[in-house]
């Protein structure tokens, strides 16, 4: 058997890079939406459920994008071709983002901002694990957090630079975008698509016949196996989509009859329950009906066979990225309120605490680059498990501070903690996933993985403006608490999971 060559940190280097464009676009996203938003006349009860545009998103597209890419193959390679469309459709969306005219212009905007993203950045993560050997994919996915920190650094601190260093105003009349925003995401477009286009330039993929002898199997090695396994598991399938679409729609039942007392956000949760349900039924139907090597049904197929690795990363995944969706539909409602006192939105004192909020995550995104750097070094003294659980330690803390610190200047050092969370969160599980993954299914299992980021943010969007506002009085600031909260729980999670050795699951394909 054949083995990968390890690659030069040059060439490390270049096939990571298009990632920090892929962050400037994520970060003016996370930094600037809610302000977006506000200013167009959302408040913050509606808040979350505006947000809930992009997990939605990201639960259809990166599963259909991972099966995608996993069968391509032409004259732009594997994965670089979805990099490309991912990179042209999201520069887009960023110039007419800022532009909107009406709150549900911007919100059909995040739609397809995010749809957009997501295209180019799923592929990523399985381009590390076709690209490297296995003791190099944790230095590959550090390098992929040191450009996604160094994107966010600069894309979110970009709205506060305009202002202060070219004099771009950041005051706007009644429902307009201030320049500063404006001129932040033109300046986010540009970036985003050159830097994708410098990957997709400077990296050649390997071919799926390189890739079976690197692996030790037939090009066309696991598929059948994952047919068998999808026509067994069709009368589970029914089973559960029963089970869930039942307890959903009688769940949607119980908040539709109540609406008037419980928080809308909860239709989108049990109708989402629901949904899965459907979901699961209509694999089972297809997998009777001989189907079962449609995409559709192997995407179901694997979502209810994953490795044993990636069910223990995906609880802790779970709770992991519930506290940054708090941060990010919250932080700057937060601040603002809590910190500066005013939620006016045309006041120069509320525009000052939004431009700090960039500050403050341009300050995380700057911890996540040392992060990035310093996680190896921890990996090497200790291992990947308990490094993940030291950071995402500094994280929940970080978080939680928040409510304890009066003055927004020393909210810099709770963000170091939140940065070094961020780091661990987009390099550690997957650096545990890869070497338990085949490479047949690289994509698709990276795709539903991500769920479980998904999910915990359609939670978040779904229950968090009811628990601020039935429980702490409707002060946004308990939001970033509660997920602090979240994020110890994550760390704790951590300890059940194994640092597999071997490629468990191609095993049991071989096996």
Same mark, same amino acid.
């Not at 004259?75 to 469309?85: A, E, M, Q, T």
């Given at each position: ?6 690659? =030069? ?26 302000? %977006? ?26 599963? %259909? ?12 390679? /594997? ?11 999201? =520069? ?34 399985? &381009? ?22 160094? +994107? ?22 009644? +429902? ?44 066309? +090695? ?74 559709? =049904? ?100 970080? &978080? ?42 690289? +994509? ?41 909260? =979240? ?8 300890? /059940? ?15």
């Amino acid at each position: 058997m054949a083995t990968k060559p390890q690659l =030069s940190f040059l060439q490390i280097w270049n096939m990571c890079f298009g990632f920090m464009g892929i962050q400037f676009g994520f970060a003016l996203q996370n930094a600037n939406v809610s302000r %977006i938003f506000q200013t167009l006349g959302a408040d913050y009860k509606n808040m979350t459920i505006l947000w809930v545009a992009a997990p939605i998103t990201g639960l259809f597209v990166q599963p %259909i994008v991972g099966y995608l890419s996993d069968n391509t193959w032409g004259r732009f390679g /594997r994965r670089r071709p979805y990099f490309l469309i991912g990179a042209i459709l999201a =520069s887009l969306s960023l110039f007419i983002m800022p532009n909107s005219p009406a709150l549900w212009i911007a919100a059909g905007m995040l739609w397809i901002m995010d749809a957009s993203i997501n295209i180019s950045m799923e592929p990523f993560r399985a &381009f590390v694990g076709d690209m490297l050997p296995p003791e190099q994919r944790p230095t590959g996915y550090a390098l992929q957090s040191f450009f996604i920190g160094v +994107g966010s650094v600069v894309a979110s601190a970009l709205p506060w630079v305009m202002s202060n260093w070219f004099d771009i105003s950041n005051v706007a009349e009644p +429902g307009a975008i201030p320049d500063s925003v404006k001129f932040s995401f033109y300046a986010g477009a540009a970036v985003f698509f050159l830097a994708v286009f410098w990957t997709v330039y400077s990296t050649k993929e390997y071919s799926p016949e390189e890739l079976a002898a690197f692996e030790g199997h037939s090009a066309q +090695g696991g598929g059948e196996q994952a047919v068998q396994d999808s026509v067994r598991s069709a009368a589970q399938f029914l089973r559960g989509g029963s089970v869930w679409a039942l307890a959903g729609l009688a769940a949607t039942l119980v908040v539709v009859a109540n609406i008037e007392r419980l928080d809308k956000n909860l239709f989108i949760l049990t109708g989402g329950i629901a949904l899965f349900g459907f979901f699961q039924l209509i694999a089972g139907a297809l997998q009777r009906k001989g189907a079962a090597d449609n995409g559709f =049904s192997n995407v179901m197929n694997d979502l209810f066979h994953m490795p044993e690795t990636m069910k223990k990363l995906a609880v802790v995944q779970f709770f992991s990225w519930f506290p940054f969706f708090a941060m990010w539909s919250s932080t700057t409602a937060a601040i603002t309120s809590h910190h500066y006192g005013t939620s006016d939105v045309t006041s120069a004192l509320y525009n000052e605490g939004a431009d700090w909020v960039g500050v403050l995550f341009s300050t995380y995104n700057l911890a996540a680059v040392v992060a990035a750097i310093t996680i190896p070094l921890i990996v090497k003294l200790l291992n990947l498990r308990i490094a993940h659980l030291i950071n995402l330690v500094l994280g929940g803390i970080g &978080f939680i501070s928040f409510l304890l610190v009066e003055d927004p200047r020393w909210l810099i050092a709770s963000m170091i903690g939140v940065g070094f969370a961020w780091a661990s969160i987009l390099s550690v599980p997957y650096a545990l996933l890869s070497n338990a993954l085949p490479f047949q299914k690289m +994509g698709l299992f990276m795709g539903i993985f991500n769920f479980f980021i998904v999910l915990p943010q359609i939670l978040a969007a779904s229950i968090l403006g009811f628990l601020v506002t039935r429980f702490f009085n409707g002060e946004p600031i308990y939001a970033l608490v509660i997920g602090g909260v =979240s994020m110890l729980l994550a760390g704790i999670m951590t300890l /059940r999971v194994e640092e597999p050795q071997l490629t468990e699951y191609a095993e049991q394909l071989d096996g």
